[in-house]
């Protein structure tokens, strides 16, 4: 029997994607972890390429009639090294997890030291989280930030390299709004003799513009998502030296995934072609104008913020002195239009499950087009929002506003089901 075609369309899977379609365009995106995509992407991540499987590299593969597949895979890992200036670069893994998963298979044994950011202080759960398999395979040790300052604390991130003499070291984060010094994680390294890995993948997009340092001249391994701010399909890649590329590659395939996601690398060649053109990097420029605006926002409407302020995309806030944790923060919220995330704050007493912490992220409402003057009123629908965050009638009105309001961003109007 031939599947359908499109004059049959499916009513109940049409139905559901006309709803999350609706729901990105009439709500305001502010988790830190999201983006829009272009219609180009979206277009390329729908292709032809998702019928062929192609196990194995270029000039390398296990089926036949890869030919084609070959050719975007090197059109896309050149996209990549031309845009981060690696010298290696692997487009296959499917998600950022499995990229931090090969990484660490190609130069750990189960059972060796890694030193990663303790989750609570920003880090991420595969920097050896117990509910990861980076805690159940290895063992862990952590560095965080200051209590005072709410920075990384660089002394304690040596002081535990020597004390614990990782195999692997991890910088990055999932909720540190600042800069990170990667030379100082290079000294930490090089001390105890150590790998260096960074996990760019929230600020991915700001290193391809300049607005960030680049891991990749001190980094034994860089890996990535490709969505975040580099604002391309959901999936991940890997940078790293030469000397690696073999390790790497075979963790990849045959080590953790069987064939790519062909029609997947095809839209992360479009967003890398996307992010080599000088417009981009206006883009990761209002990204922390519009950042930074509503860090201001906040703060001068009595909000802390965690480490003051931001450097990046995310914003963290600290809910405590609002008697409100990042749980109802999250709720009220999302009644009113405002899509965002609870999140732990360094030194959290409450639990990953309730948090006293927010997290805002400006990438998605800059690829819509709004600007700082913009960021003034999400910031007002934000502060009246968690003021009445039990008042259901007036979430439903905010409600009502953000929709209009998002009415003068259009997202995908060419777009339909």
Not at 185 to 210: C, I, P, S
Not at 287 to 300: C, E, F, Y
């Amino acid at each position: 029997m031939s599947p359908k075609d499109d004059h049959c369309p499916d009513p109940q899977l049409t139905a559901i994607l006309r709803h999350e379609l609706n729901r990105q365009r009439s709500k305001l995106e502010m988790i830190a972890s999201e983006n829009f995509v272009s219609e180009a992407v979206l277009r390329f991540g729908g292709s032809v390429f998702t019928n062929k499987y192609s196990e194995g590299y270029p000039d390398n593969r296990y089926y036949g009639g890869c030919e084609w597949a070959d050719e975007l895979e090197s059109l896309c890992q050149a996209r990549a090294k031309k845009l981060f200036g690696c010298e290696h670069v692997n487009v296959q893994p499917h998600c950022g997890s499995s990229a931090n998963m090969a990484a660490f298979f190609s130069v750990l044994k189960p059972g060796e030291t890694i030193l990663g950011m303790n989750l609570a202080h920003g880090g991420h759960l595969t920097h050896g989280a117990p509910v990861s398999f980076s805690g159940q395979l290895y063992k862990t040790s952590f560095y965080g930030v200051r209590e005072d300052t709410e920075l990384i604390d660089y002394d304690d991130l040596l002081a535990k390299a020597e004390a614990t003499r990782p195999k692997l070291i991890i910088a990055g984060g999932s909720a540190y709004p600042r800069i990170i010094d990667f030379n100082k994680f290079r000294e930490a390294a090089d001390r105890v003799k150590a790998y260096l890995m960074v996990d760019m993948a929230h600020f991915a997009g700001l290193v391809a513009a300049g607005l960030f340092p680049s891991p990749v001249p001190l980094a034994d391994i860089v890996t990535t998502t490709t969505h975040k701010t580099l604002r391309g399909p959901r999936g991940g890649m890997i940078l790293c030296r030469k000397s690696l590329a073999k390790a790497i590659d075979e963790q990849i395939f045959p080590g953790i995934q069987g064939g790519p996601l062909m029609h997947i690398v095809a839209a992360k060649a479009a967003a890398l072609a996307e992010a080599l053109e000088p417009d981009f990097i206006d883009y990761q420029r209002q990204i922390v104008k519009n950042s930074q605006r509503l860090a201001t926002h906040l703060i001068d409407a009595g909000y802390r913020l965690v480490s003051g302020g931001t450097d990046t995309h995310l914003i963290l806030v600290d809910l405590r002195s609002k008697k409100l944790t990042g749980q109802a923060a999250e709720k009220a919220l999302d009644k009113a239009g405002v899509t965002a995330n609870k999140n732990a704050i360094p030194f959290d007493r409450q639990s990953y499950a309730v948090t006293s912490g927010l997290r805002l992220g400006t990438a998605a409402l800059t690829t819509r087009g709004l600007v700082e003057k913009d960021m003034d009123v999400v910031a007002d629908y934000i502060i009246e929002a968690l003021r009445h965050h039990e008042d259901d009638a007036r979430l439903s009105k905010i409600r009502q506003r953000v929709e209009d309001f998002t009415k003068k961003f259009p997202l995908y109007p060419n777009l339909d089901f």
